[in-house]
């Protein structure tokens, strides 16, 4: 728990079911009192002034896991935090997704330090996430000049058990919040250039500073009290780097099975080496480019890698020794899987193919007939939303060389309709696209050697500094947000309810499948935040603090302050954003 003396103001239940102060009890001034909704109902009474580990600590039924944070008014904050209106307020423990993010964070500070304490001068660099954990390099100076450091067996040894060290210390975590310039001086005497020129283009008026053991960090998002319960984790090398490995939010006492990382290690390698070569890589590079009228030009570098990769991949079916004649393409929800799948298509027929691209969502069932979640909401992410007999006989028509006609799902209806007839012709290829493509479940009579799989995902973005990577499920939440309210009448409160039951679908029906695939596109483009969120922002901020959604779409309004504006009109008609943003060259 966290290490702070308890206030002169420390809480009490009283007789009548309140919450007061023991000084002010003593005090012939009557305090200034304000009211909580706990989780439970019950409504208590406590001095203003007095913070929310105190009051979360006269909660009848205790937390599952170690309480790290608090929510206060629908907002993630510190437990030290002093009440001063009345509202709702609730712990945040080791089970939930936010404080598995704190962990996370919390984590990785104690990463850092316990290299800072083995390796003087050493800097860690937090790339991307992989295998249930954050990938990492150590640099001995600006990564732009420098390999990363190879680390032998011995070292990442060493490294953990100087993790677990400050972990068993039960180290508190001091949080403190500087004025701009004197972070800025704080973070400039530490090395940290990198979060400095962040810092300057949000400009701020207040910073958040974190401690531990004499290093200093600022971290987007809120950190542990201190680091005694972040004891389940583990380092796992992988060249030239290491792992840092972390449990689920929904079993936060064991880490996961490792997984078969091999292909998606690759494709994460190969995107830090594009944007080494860019000198691209943080939120603060970005903001220089924008800033020095520069966008344009990486806007279409970037788009060019993109189109880049699809010729690759086209040429990888071309190729392929076994001639596929199916090509199933998957991918979470927000991937631009549909604008990808279109373009693939173009550098197809480039290749001599005749692609024939059927969508899996037309095959929904009636919306009476679709299942419901452990929650009773519809399940559109289960296998089972689909009418995978209607497909498989389609599939079977088209195979055998005969014409059929497809249906069409109306989704203001929720209902299938009649779509148009389909034929394959010599050189065709039928192109399936979808969120259960890569289930062998969805065409288990079709030989495997005459299926090509790709998966599709924004896999890997800028990261905001060093140390504070930007997470994939963000940046799809993010567009996501943006598409619905342009195309779908929904506003951010609803797809921010709907987003837990979407990721829990994503982890039992994609997830599982995404080491199957022949091919990987990393569908992120580095510059696509920035245009973005003029989209996000004003819809994100319609949420209202009475929802409790509303810490969400406070952190991700928060995140997007990091980024400067792009000019919409820079972004291509043909890029992959214009699914999300309007204005694209394709028709959906």
């Not at 984590?107 to 990492?136: C, K, M, R």
């Not at 290491?242 to 490792?258: K, M, V």
């Not at 903001?287 to 806007?299: F, H, L, M, S, W």
């Not at 604008?339 to 173009?346: F, G, M, Q, S």
Request: hydrophobic share 40%; aromatic share 6%; proline share 6%.
């Amino acid at each position: 728990m966290e290490k702070t003396k308890k206030r002169a103001g420390a809480v009490k239940a009283s007789g009548n079911g309140r919450v007061a102060s023991t000084a002010a009890a003593k005090s012939k001034k009557t305090a200034r009192m304000v009211t909580m909704t706990l989780p439970d109902g019950q409504k208590v009474r406590v001095a203003a002034g007095t913070t929310a580990q105190e009051v979360l600590k006269s909660l009848k039924a205790p937390s599952p896991h170690p309480v790290v944070a608090a929510r206060y008014r629908n907002k993630v904050t510190s437990l030290s935090r002093p009440l001063d209106q009345p509202g709702s307020l609730a712990p945040v423990h080791l089970g939930t997704r936010d404080g598995a993010l704190i962990a996370r964070r919390s984590l990785t500070f104690v990463l850092i330090a316990a290299v800072q304490e083995l390796f003087p001068g050493v800097q860690v660099h937090i790339n991307h996430s992989l295998d249930h954990g954050y990938y990492a390099e150590l640099y001995c100076d600006d990564y732009r000049k420098e390999a990363p450091l190879g680390l032998s067996p011995a070292d990442i040894g060493a490294i953990e058990r100087r993790m677990r060290e400050i972990v068993a210390a039960d180290e508190p975590i001091e949080r403190t919040t500087q004025p701009l310039d004197k972070a800025l001086r704080i973070f400039g005497e530490a090395g940290m250039g990198e979060k400095v020129r962040l810092l300057e283009y949000m400009a701020p008026k207040a910073v958040s500073v974190y401690k531990l053991r004499g290093h200093v960090n600022h971290f987007y998002g809120q950190l542990a009290p201190s680091t005694g319960d972040m004891r389940t984790f583990e380092l796992e090398q992988l060249e030239p780097g290491l792992i840092l490995r972390f449990p689920r939010s929904n079993n936060p006492d064991e880490l996961p099975p490792r997984q078969d990382i091999a292909q998606m290690s690759g494709v994460m390698h190969e995107y830090e080496r594009w944007m080494r070569i860019l000198r691209w890589r943080t939120v603060a590079q970005l903001n220089d480019i924008i800033a020095g009228g520069q966008v344009r030009e990486y806007v279409l570098i970037a788009e060019a890698l993109h189109e880049k990769r699809l010729s690759q991949i086209a040429d990888m079916i071309t190729n392929h020794p076994r001639q596929p004649k199916i090509v199933l393409l998957a991918g979470p929800s927000s991937s631009g899987k549909t604008t990808t799948i279109k373009r693939l298509a173009i550098q197809l027929r480039v290749n001599g193919h005749r692609p024939v691209v059927i969508g899996l969502d037309d095959f929904f069932v009636d919306r009476d007939r679709t299942p419901r979640d452990e929650h009773g909401d519809l399940d559109f992410e289960s296998f089972h939303a689909i009418d995978v007999t209607r497909l498989q006989a389609c599939v079977r028509e088209l195979m055998s060389g005969r014409s059929t006609r497809v249906p069409k799902f109306d989704f203001k209806a929720g209902r299938s309709v009649e779509g148009e007839e389909l034929r394959l012709e010599e050189n065709s290829l039928l192109i399936l696209e979808g969120i259960h493509g890569l289930n062998d479940q969805l065409l288990p009579t079709i030989p495997d050697g005459m299926k090509f799989k790709i998966y599709a995902s924004p896999l890997t973005h800028l990261n905001v500094d060093d140390h504070n990577r930007i997470s994939s499920a963000d940046a799809r939440l993010i567009r996501r947000i943006v598409r619905d309210n342009n195309y779908r009448g929904h506003d951010a409160l609803a797809t921010i309810m709907r987003w837990p039951s979407v990721r829990r679908g994503e982890e039992r029906n994609i997830f599982p499948y995404q080491h199957c695939a022949d091919a990987i596109f990393n569908s992120a483009l580095p510059y696509e935040l920035a245009a973005l969120r003029q989209f996000a922002i004003p819809v994100l901020k319609a949420v209202k603090a009475s929802h409790p959604e509303y810490a969400e779409a406070a952190r991700l309004i928060k995140f997007l302050s990091y980024f400067r504006d792009i000019r919409t009109d820079y972004v291509p008609r043909h890029s992959l954003l214009r699914e999300f943003i309007g204005g694209s060259c394709f028709t959906y």
